[in-house]
């Protein structure tokens, strides 16, 4: 079975804060994702990375940082956290290379900065 | 269930012709939708995105406007140049979804000069 998996369901973190969010695939894929979701502005993409140590800014990367040292774990950091960053965090993956074009995503965790 | 319907490829255009790539949906709720485009040999990009009906989505020279009364999502370009050779994908997600985003297969897109 596909599998993406997010370190953490929920977290609750203060203002000012570092944060690391883990990644975790198993399907080998290539690409890893990390968007956000918002009520009202759906899916927001904040960084991909099509290899490792590669990296490429979505549509919102301020605030935030990624790091891939391994094809499998792409982790998102919030440097110093704000209230604004108070948001769902989805990871997601892809392989084009198997020919299927669904993009896998972890359950999402749910972040609560105060 | 919910699903994206692209149009099949490849589309083979000539330079300066103008692009539509079709995409309808089914959906239930309200869904965001997507355009990305993957160039040879690169990952996946966002093109452009429409998060609510008759939003339209711009980049680069390509249009799409989110068709709620047609449930569509149809990408346009007014004069296509080599450089936009790739496969796009329609794709959509919903707000109360499980987080996964619904696909289209994908077009490929070829253009001559």
């Known amino acids: 079975d596909v599998k993406v998996t997010q370190s953490s369901r929920y977290l609750v973190k203060r203002t000012g804060e570092k944060v690391f969010l883990e990644c975790v695939q198993d399907m080998d894929h290539e690409n890893m994702f990390w968007y956000r979701q918002d009520p009202g502005l759906g899916l927001r993409l904040i960084y991909f990375?099509?290899?490792?140590?590669?990296?490429e800014k979505g549509d919102i990367p301020e605030g935030y940082s990624v790091s891939r040292e391994k094809k499998e774990r792409f982790s998102l950091i919030l440097e110093s956290a704000s209230t604004n960053q108070t948001s769902m965090y989805l990871c997601a993956s892809i392989s084009f290379t198997t020919g299927k074009n669904i993009q896998y995503f972890g359950a999402g965790t749910r972040l609560s900065v105060l | 269930g919910d699903s994206v319907t692209q149009m099949e490829g490849p589309v083979t255009l000539s330079e300066e012709a103008f692009l539509t790539i079709n995409c309808t949906y089914t959906?239930?709720?309200?869904?965001?939708l997507f355009w990305y485009v993957q160039y040879p040999g690169e990952g996946l990009q966002l093109l452009l995105k429409?998060?609510?009906a008759d939003d339209k989505g711009s980049n680069k020279g390509f249009e799409a406007t989110y068709r709620k009364e047609t449930t569509s999502f149809h990408l346009e370009k007014g004069s296509v140049q080599v450089s936009d050779s790739a496969v796009y994908f329609c794709?959509?997600?919903?707000?109360?979804?499980?987080?996964?985003?619904?696909w289209g297969a994908g077009t490929k897109l070829i253009i001559k000069p």
């Open positions: 959906a239930t709720g309200y869904p965001s």
């Open positions: 429409a998060t609510k």
């Open positions: 794709a959509l997600i919903l707000m109360d979804s499980n987080y996964q985003l619904i």
């Open positions: 990375s099509y290899d490792v140590k590669m990296k």
